[in-house]
């Protein structure tokens, strides 16, 4: 039987107007009476993926894909079933071949950057929101998948100005605030962090993320009380976040309660189980006991856990150079290059930060100084290695 073109009309119309269900009814009686007609199998995928029914979407754009010759929209959304049964590596194929057919499809950049995100490619995720931010400059959701990948790749400084430019474009989102602040502080700038905490506070007073920072950034300034005050109002909950255990276990440390430090690591431990950036809490408390030896052991676990991301690494580089292992700081160091697909010099005479493109079995030279391009002093190598 023929399809009725009246009957796919309304189909189309109830596929523009949300009404996805109604879609779907119309859609599959269309498909039984013309299995082979790719239109439909294309808008019945589309009408799947909204309903969340990935399976059966992938089933019927795999069958269109094999009657039509390269359609973007279709590879847009078998990239996004795709990704929604976790078959990543094939989503990428598509996606890749949506934005190639279509560059002008701002969704399929974003998918593809969330992709790669997905998968731990940071490098590549960069790479991918460079180019769609080229194109789509005030996408604030690539703009974060962007600073985002910074972030995991451990280029704070980087990943502050992706996230100002978020919090610029929207700026009652509460993740750009937290995310500015919490980046600033990792590096010690709390002044320039206050702002941000602030906003954060004023966005949401209920979330727990601001008050962490406000903690935070208290024990920066020196003013533990005001800390601990903050954190014991998040103490009513009996499943207390890491990131909160972590900084009372310092807290209880300066007092000098070893009992409950101890306590407090214990239970921070627990609370990482299964989680991939936990040995950032862990790394948090070591750090600031100055017990290089426990942060070594928590950052090497953060390198298998969190696979994909530089910071533990630049970390791990980091407490090795202060143990004088030399060799295994640069070790640490040359993986990092290879994850970040670059290498970032910090010049401390004038700040500029350099990135030298870096390609996976080529030789960095870390005896080698180099001079700022700005101000013409020499950096020494690896101490100029920036560490943020």
């Known amino acids: ?23 779907i009814m119309l859609l599959e009686r269309l498909a039984e009476l013309d299995d082979e ?15 969340e029914e990935p399976a059966k979407a992938v089933d019927v754009l795999r069958k269109a894909s094999e009657l039509v010759e390269e359609h973007s929209v279709l590879s847009l959304f078998l990239g996004r079933a795709l990704k929604a049964l976790e078959h990543l590596h094939e989503a ?7 934005v190639r057919l279509d560059p002008r499809a701002q969704d399929a950049w974003r998918d593809l950057a969330d992709v790669l995100v997905a998968k731990h490619e940071y490098a590549a995720a960069i790479h991918v929101a460079k180019e769609g931010l080229e194109r789509f400059p005030r996408d604030a ?63 949401d007073d209920q979330d727990n993320r601001p008050k962490i920072l406000r903690s935070e950034l208290h024990m920066q300034r020196g003013e533990d009380e005001a800390a601990l005050m903050i954190l014991q109002s998040i103490t009513d909950s009996d ?53 290089n030896d426990k942060a070594v052991d928590c950052l090497v676990r953060g390198t298998l856990d969190d696979a994909g991301s530089a910071s533990p690494w630049i970390a791990l580089a980091n407490v090795y150079t202060r143990l004088g292992k030399t060799e295994d700081a640069e070790h640490a160091w040359g993986i990092s290059f290879g994850l970040r697909r670059y290498v970032k010099i910090h010049c401390a005479s004038c700040g500029l930060d350099t990135r030298i493109p870096y390609e996976n079995g080529h030789y960095f030279d870390l005896s080698e100084s180099r001079t700022c391009e700005k101000c013409g002093k020499t950096m020494q190598m690896p101490a100029s290695l920036a560490i943020y």
């Open 239 to 291: 499943s207390l976040d890491a990131p909160v255990l972590a900084r009372l276990a310092v807290l209880t440390h300066r007092v000098g309660d070893s009992e409950a430090r101890d306590e407090y690591i214990k239970r921070t431990e627990e609370a990482i189980v299964d989680t991939p950036q936990g040995w950032r809490a862990l790394y948090y408390i070591y750090n600031l006991l100055a017990w």
């Open 37 to 51: 007609n790719p239109d439909i199998l294309v808008y019945l995928g589309i009408a799947y993926v909204q309903t």
């Open 92 to 98: 990428e194929i598509e996606l890749r071949r949506a």
């Open 1 to 23: 039987m023929d399809v009725n073109d009246e009957d796919l009309s309304l189909a189309l119309e109830a596929l523009e107007e949300g009404r996805f269900d109604e879609a």
């Open 141 to 203: 959701a690539l703009r974060t998948l962007f600073a985002l990948s910074l972030h995991r790749l451990g280029d704070y400084t980087a990943s502050i100005e992706e996230w100002t430019k978020v919090h610029t474009l929207r700026p009652d989102m509460l993740m750009a605030a937290v995310s500015c602040a919490h980046d600033f502080l990792i590096q010690g700038l709390h002044n320039k962090a206050h702002p941000f905490v602030a906003h954060a506070s004023k966005l």
